[in-house]
């Protein structure tokens, strides 16, 4: 009986200790499956899975998905995230894994296509022994719906101050992807036929502040909407004072761009897609804001990252590893020029490119990131490492603080970093993907807007707190903030949104690949996927525009710069163009019968300042001439001759 007893004992023991083994390392993995879009109204899929380690110890895992692309259309875009596949996992943590797909077309005569994409979760190289590999087969439905025209919405477009007619006023309805488009005839009217769904209504016209509105037209109602625009209050006029088209070695075009604080100096770095089978060089450029070319480096490779000290007097390079990959010649990735061109230093040597360079705002520092996850502070002057921090995914932004106390380090593992200057990590927020470059910051960093490949845009606030994020499709490539995040505005390559401080759409533009903003944050520059350039207020009243006429979006203005007083606007595209205004923005003088009816429909008060005194009323006032001056003399003496033969004929008769 006590043997028994014994067997009993140690077979509790040995359960125990297989459940104490299992709870150590151990995870759950799932994703939404099925996935159903609709192809005239989802731009993309978005796939959603999280990976949750429940066990009490660290691990380590990797994921793979298969088919790696579309199994419809190969070439249809698509990317996963965290970037690169590894997993990185604290006890109770969890890592979503996310991705986006352009869905494939229906074909013609059926209402949907469906596929299946498998997503396999394994052990680290250091964990295989320890857990299993884990994986979820995904269904993608995509349905092609019938659009009917169930509502009609018609109006006019009128002056608000003259109530005349607007013609050739560009109205469009959006949702989603779909868009409704009309334009208005001489007599003002438009009218759309539309399936019933919500829409954002935006009218724009040139020489009018933009209109927009939400409006949700029922099934058979014809709903009349029209609109008074209001004269815009200022036009941009720009003059193209230099084209030129860059040496782009053996890539497309510009890839990356920066500006120097001072506004004095801009570098333009080529990369991108590789055109050149037989070559892997690349070139860097440095120009001052009229166009005029100073300098000209060829580089190993493409040029991944790159930027100017705060006076230009320095410019820091990160290229890209093809070269090694190809030929096994080892060459540094990150490279320290004088302004003149000569090398200051260069370093890290090994196979890994280095996407992200930065100048603090005092010159003296540069924090750059890597693909494998580290993100480094160096000293500007010799390139020696100060720290080098593990951010568990490829590192594609930096950002330092105004006071050069922090660094916002935007991370492959899809969460922004917050480093103290000691390299001490404050906190990190979860934001959908690495970002594209960029992260913007309020003055005083109380806020931060990041956002990237996956297509959300997230504001933070100085804690880190996820204040909101707004998704959209195409994968946000900029972002700017207003003073105290009033407003976050930023564009993909489905549209330019202006949100509230509460990541509420206020307007929206067409497609959005760059940006930038005026330092008091009045003026904001877009370019889009044609090469074009558009200059708006915040309103989103179009005051200039750049047109190529380009139907297809084949030109990406990679960089769009506006000076600080917005006298200068520079735009570079993707294949290499490169353009530089000069010019302004001015008010719009009002012409003199829309001030007067202004004023007199004005509310009293308003326009007090403004009203001219009364006029006493004046005479018609015939024109002075050698004639009528004759006239005055011939009269007179007519009169007197008159008087003369009456008073004889008078005394003749007594």
């Known amino acids: 009986m006590r043997a028994y007893g014994l067997v009993f004992a140690v077979i509790i023991f040995m359960l125990y200790v297989v459940g104490i083994a299992y709870a150590a390392e151990n995870f759950d993995f799932n994703c939404d ?23 009490n110890s660290f691990l380590q895992l990797l994921y793979e998905t298969q088919p790696e692309q579309n199994p419809i259309n190969p070439g249809l875009a698509i990317g996963f995230h965290p970037q690169p596949p590894n997993i990185f996992l604290e006890a109770g943590e969890s890592q979503p894994i996310v991705g986006f797909e352009v869905p494939p077309r229906v074909p013609a005569g059926k209402n949907e296509i469906s596929f299946t994409r498998t997503i396999t979760v394994r052990p680290g190289r250091e964990f295989e022994s320890k857990v299993e590999a884990k994986q979820v087969t995904i269904t993608t439905i995509v349905k092609s719906q019938q659009l009917n025209e169930e509502t009609k919405v018609f109006g006019k477009v009128l002056d608000a101050q003259t109530g005349q007619p607007i013609a050739d006023a560009e109205v469009f309805f959006k949702y989603k992807r779909f868009e409704g488009k009309s334009r208005t005839r001489p007599s003002g009217d438009y009218s759309s036929s539309l399936p019933a769904l919500t829409y954002l209504m935006i009218v724009q016209v040139r020489g009018y502040e933009l209109f927009s509105e939400e409006i949700t037209p029922q099934n058979g109602e014809e709903l009349k909407k029209d609109i008074s625009l209001n004269k815009a209050k200022e036009k941009g006029s720009y003059e193209l004072v230099k084209e030129i088209k860059l040496d782009p070695g053996a890539w497309e075009g510009v890839w990356r761009a920066a500006v120097s604080s001072n506004g004095q100096y801009i570098a333009l770095g080529v990369g991108g897609l590789r055109i050149k089978t037989d070559s892997f060089e690349g070139y860097f450029y440095i120009f001052d804001t009229s166009g005029k070319q100073l300098l000209k480096i060829k580089t190993a490779d493409e040029v991944r990252g790159i930027d100017l000290s705060p006076d230009g007097s320095l410019i820091a390079v990160g290229l890209g590893s093809g070269q090694f990959g190809n030929s096994g010649k080892a060459f540094e990735k990150v490279l320290m020029f004088k302004s003149d061109g000569e090398l200051v ?91 594209y470059g960029f992260i913007a910051t309020t003055p005083g960093n109380e806020f931060s807007a990041a956002g990237g490949h996956v297509g959300y845009l997230h504001l933070l606030d100085k804690n880190g707190n996820d204040l909101w994020a707004y998704e959209t499709d195409g994968g946000f490539r900029w972002a700017e903030i207003g003073p105290e995040a009033s407003f976050v505005v930023g564009g993909t390559r489905s549209e330019l949104v202006f949100l509230d401080s509460q990541g509420n759409v206020l307007w929206k533009g067409y497609d959005s690949v760059s940006g930038a903003m005026t330092k008091d944050k009045r003026y904001i520059l877009s370019g889009n996927q044609r090469g074009e350039l558009e200059l708006r207020d915040t309103g989103g009243t179009i005051l200039w525009e750049h047109r190529t006429q380009l139907l297809e979006p084949s030109m990406d203005m990679r960089f769009s710069y506006i000076s600080d007083d917005a006298t200068v606007i520079v735009g570079a595209a993707k294949t290499g163009e490169t353009y530089f205004f000069s010019g302004g923005i001015s008010k719009v003088p009002l012409e003199a019968e829309t001030q007067k009816e202004n004023v007199a429909q004005a509310p009293p008060g308003i326009y007090e300042n403004e009203r001219a005194p009364p006029r006493e009323e004046m005479r018609p006032m015939v024109e002075e001439t050698p004639q009528n001056n004759l006239l005055w003399i011939i009269i007179p003496m007519g009169i007197v001759i008159l008087l003369v033969i009456i008073l004889v004929y008078s005394v003749k008769k007594k």
Request: aromatic share 14%; proline share 3%; net charge negative.
């Open 33 to 55: 499956t099925p996935v159903t879009v609709t192809e005239q109204f989802d731009g993309e899929i978005k796939y959603n899975c999280i990976v949750k380690n429940t066990g």
């Open 345 to 435: 230093w260069k370093k890290f040597l090994n196979d890994i490119p280095f996407q992200e360079v930065r100048f603090s705002h005092d010159g003296k520092l540069v924090a750059v990131g890597d693909t494998e996850g580290y993100a480094y502070l160096l000293d500007a002057v010799d390139g020696r490492e100060i720290w080098k921090k593990f951010t568990r995914g490829q590192v594609r932004a930096m950002k330092f603080y105004d006071d050069d106390s922090h660094i916002l380090v935007g991370s492959g593992d899809d969460n922004v970093y917050l480093f103290d200057i000691n390299g001490n990590n404050k906190w990190k927020t979860y934001v959908h993907s690495w970002p």
